[in-house]
């Protein structure tokens, strides 16, 4: 595996899953069950598929975020201020995500 990305380590636990870029609600249809949620910041419009993903990686946010406390409360690992997650990791790219110590690695 190679660490393509860092960022804040929100929520802990690790998953596996293929990356699926978020812009809005409107992306709903589009989102799988067990995917990577990769977006630049979550709004209450998404928790719908934050309840049905892997792990979330936002480009913004801090520990108090909305997408850190969320994913803590679901049990959901989750990276905040990746700063570049929706630019770097790829759609369908499939990664392992490190909630604990805020790293993303290509497998």
Request: net charge positive.
């Amino acid at each position: 595996m190679k660490l393509v990305l860092k960022g804040i380590g929100a929520s802990p636990g690790k998953a596996t899953g293929r990356v699926r870029i978020i812009r809005g609600i409107g992306d709903y249809s589009r989102f799988l069950d067990g995917e990577i949620l990769v977006t630049r910041i979550t709004d209450p419009s998404m928790t719908v598929m934050m309840n049905k993903a892997a792990a979330i990686i936002c480009d913004m946010g801090g520990l108090m975020s909305h997408p850190s406390i969320l994913a803590r409360e679901l049990g959901v690992p989750c990276i905040v201020n990746t700063k570049n997650g929706t630019t770097k990791l790829k759609e369908g790219m499939k990664v392992s995500v490190d909630g604990l110590k805020g790293e993303i690695y290509e497998i």
